[in-house]
């Protein structure tokens, strides 16, 4: 029996917003129209508007307990001092049920924000095996999102931990992907990554399998790739054939105009995360040249926050800023990070066409409680979402993924919001007085 989102505003996530009808058969959109078809089971979404649902390019879902950790002594200096002082403290600190905890929590978050797919990027160095299940139970299972997992190969802690993340990769991107979850292979960052664990990345990683990993967020990924390999980031992951699509580049902050070029030649996606990049005060994205060069440009969060409106809100303010141009980062650039390159992450990694409410798209669909105080038309929709969404209010009163409820009328469909925010308290306060003391589990 097909399903109808009746009453809604529909904006196709392009440039149409009518007054309508969702019709959905199974996992798929098959039409909107004026009125539901005969028995049809409906949601009446009583004239609010009815978006594509959001997508999340790079996010850290470990990073979730963080919200209000103070750590002794934090006083870093520079971008690797945040990781050492900070993230590497944390992750060491968690442990299988702090990892469960700290998905799911992100997982709802994403979905209170209209998020229906994430691309997720985790470290636990104390409990690799079997983490990317957790992540993937959390935001697949329970939940009910979409989500590849990633496990952050890195050889900061010595090679049996960087083997380890590898096999850990291979299982995830091994099962099945018929549902919700897909799979990258993780990795750290080139600074992390000796050229004997790359070379078995290389060696190891799926035909039309790809990375997700951080390049140049700061510019010691740089200085210590030319200082120890001869050469800059881009060219060494290139040696090691892992430029190719669906793979993702986070951050991309640092590179020369050749590597961009590199990376147009290669066709890897980018990400963008502009309230990350500015809370480790790491540099400006160079939005234009990536843009200029037909380069896949996304955005994601890097975990900090999950509601990716108010992240292109931010990609926008940031560009006019750095760039002293009220002019820079328009809206027809912005809503190709958001709506048309996240969707081209998504469509190559999980097979499946999204970022439309159109026929044979993905019924991934986020129900906003938003009433305009202006004409609300194809035309000013991105106006609308930017200065009035995400600058005000964000109610998501309803989610779908794949067909199926995630958030219906305001309340969790797969989870008990109450009780899994109990639980990360519990586990948040035990993994704090871990991290204090310094130590793994
Ligand atoms: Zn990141």
């Not at 060491?92 to 229906?116: E, I, N």
């Not at 006019?320 to 328009?330: E, F, Y």
């Not at 499946?352 to 669909?365: H, K, M, S, T, Y």
Request: hydrophobic share 45%.
């Amino acid at each position: 029996m097909a399903r109808a989102i009746v009453n809604a505003q529909v904006w196709d996530g392009a440039d149409i917003v009518r007054r309508g009808c969702i019709v959905i058969e199974g996992q798929t959109v098959s039409a909107v129209v004026d009125s539901p078809p005969p028995g049809a089971s409906c949601l009446d979404a009583e004239g609010r508007l009815a978006i594509p649902g959001l997508i999340n390019a790079h996010g850290h879902a470990y990073s979730s307990l963080a919200r209000g950790l103070a750590i002794p002594g934090y006083a870093p200096r520079s971008f690797g001092q945040i990781l050492e002082q900070l993230w590497w403290r944390l992750d060491r600190a968690l442990d299988p049920a702090s990892v469960y905890a700290s998905a799911v929590v992100a997982a709802m978050d994403a979905a209170r924000c209209g998020v229906t797919t994430v691309l997720d990027h985790h470290a636990s160095p104390s409990c690799i095996a079997g983490s990317l299940d957790l992540v993937r139970r959390a935001f697949c299972d329970d939940v009910g999102l979409r989500a590849s997992v990633a496990y952050e190969v890195s050889d900061r802690d010595g090679q049996a931990k960087a083997l380890d993340g590898i096999e850990e990769n291979l299982r995830a991107l091994a099962a099945p992907a018929d549902g919700l979850a897909r799979a990258h292979m993780g990795l750290h960052a080139a600074f992390t990554l000796s050229d004997e664990t790359l070379a078995r990345v290389a060696a190891r990683i799926p035909d039309g399998a790809g990375i997700h990993i951080h390049v140049a967020e700061g510019p010691e990924d740089e200085e210590q790739s030319l200082e120890r390999h001869g050469m800059r980031v881009i060219e060494r992951l290139d040696q090691f054939g892992l430029l190719r699509p669906p793979s993702i580049l986070a951050h991309v902050l640092h590179l020369d105009e050749k590597e961009k070029d590199r990376v147009a030649e290669r066709g890897v996606a980018v990400v963008h995360n502009p309230r990350s990049n500015m809370n480790n005060a790491v540099g400006t994205f160079d939005l234009d040249g990536y843009l200029r060069r037909s380069v896949v440009t996304g955005l994601g969060t890097d975990g900090l926050g999950a509601n990716l409106l108010t992240e292109l809100f931010t990609a926008g303010l940031l560009q006019k800023h750095a760039r002293h141009d009220s002019l820079a980062a328009g809206f027809g650039d912005l809503a190709k990070l958001l709506f048309v390159n996240n969707p081209k992450i998504v469509e190559r990694a999980f097979g499946v066409r999204c970022g439309r409410i159109a026929p044979g798209c993905a019924a991934d669909i986020a129900i906003l409680d938003y009433a305009a105080p202006t004409p609300l038309d194809g035309s000013t929709i991105l106006g609308h979402l930017l200065f009035g969404v995400a600058a005000h209010a964000l109610r998501v009163s309803d989610l779908l993924v794949a067909g199926r409820d995630v958030i219906r009328n305001g309340a969790f469909v797969g989870v008990d919001e109450k009780a899994e925010l109990a639980k990360a308290r519990e586990q948040a306060a035990e993994l704090w007085k871990r991290v204090s003391k310094g130590g793994g589990r």
